[in-house]
């Protein structure tokens, strides 16, 4: 007979050392950061390393304050949110609509594959003086970049995940006569889903690099702009500052897709 108090103990010992791990795996992660900056700090401080080449945390603390108390932070950090949240959307929306017509039609995907290759082995930057003139000088010429540079991406991770739908059951519900559009509805979403969740952790990193792409060819306003002026003028303070803020939002974003994940996991 089975002991349910010895599985009941079994299984509060493994959440324990489950929990135990999540928190070893948070406090490391704390660790080597806190580390990180404050070996920085000491190397710059004792002159190892120069503070005006290489800059320091106490430095870019300042000039985070400066930019905070004088309002700058906000204009340019709400430019560059803007810019990056609209294009992964549209590129994200876009890239699967277009994958799920390439699953849907067999001819389609043979016809587009080898343009879609092709223009994933562009490189976006050669393309930012034609976009300029297209759309101006200004956030839609960064828009269009953010989404050039995600969508191929998209295209090809949700395309890859919808062609992996089980083959067997696609045979089975074929078998039965279900409509191609009930195959997708029922089977390759869903088991899609993983996919996708990959395809947003993915285009989280390729949408924050083609809006800084972006305002690095035509801004006067976001984190990209604020990277550029800064290496012009060699205010270099500025420079890390303005990469610090960008890994600060970009991990934001990527915390928002996590729990994102956590939520479609359990449905």
């Known amino acids: 007979m089975i002991d349910k108090n010895k599985i009941s103990r079994e299984r509060l010992l493994f959440l324990r050392k489950k929990r135990n791990s999540k928190i070893f795996v ?3 992660r704390l660790f080597i950061l806190c580390a990180f900056f404050i070996l920085w700090e000491i190397l710059a401080q004792t002159g190892v390393i120069d503070s005006f080449l290489s800059s320091s945390p106490s430095r870019i603390y300042k ?3 400066s930019l905070l108390v004088s309002g700058e932070l906000w204009v340019h950090v709400g430019t560059t949110v803007y810019e990056t949240v609209i294009g992964f959307l549209i590129a994200t929306v876009l890239g699967t609509a277009i994958a799920l017509a390439l699953w849907w039609s067999e001819n389609f995907r043979k016809i587009a594959e080898p343009y879609i290759i ?3 082995s ?5 393309l930012g003086p034609i976009i300029i003139v297209w759309f101006g000088s200004g956030v839609k010429s960064i828009v269009f970049m953010t989404v050039i540079i995600t969508i191929i991406v998209t295209i090809i991770t949700m395309q890859n995940g919808f062609l992996a739908a089980d083959k067997g059951k696609t045979m089975l519900l074929e078998s039965m006569g279900a409509s191609k559009f009930t195959i997708m509805r029922k089977l390759v979403l ?3 889903i993983p996919t996708f969740i990959s395809c947003l952790k ?3 990193g390729m949408a924050w690099i083609g809006s800084i792409m ?3 060819l035509t801004s006067r306003q976001g984190i990209g702009y604020l990277i550029v002026y800064g290496g012009q003028v060699f205010k270099l303070d500025l420079v890390m500052a303005s990469t610090v803020i ?3 939002l970009a991990g934001v974003m990527y915390a928002i897709v996590a729990l994102l994940e956590k939520f479609l996991t359990k449905h």
């Open 26 to 28: 948070v406090f490391m």
């Open 63 to 65: 000039t985070l304050k």
């Open 118 to 120: 092709v223009l994933n």
């Open 122 to 126: 562009l490189p976006k930057i050669a």
């Open 190 to 192: 869903p088991q899609s």
């Open 202 to 204: 993915i285009n989280v």
């Open 214 to 216: 972006g305002e690095y």
């Open 246 to 248: 960008l890994c600060i």
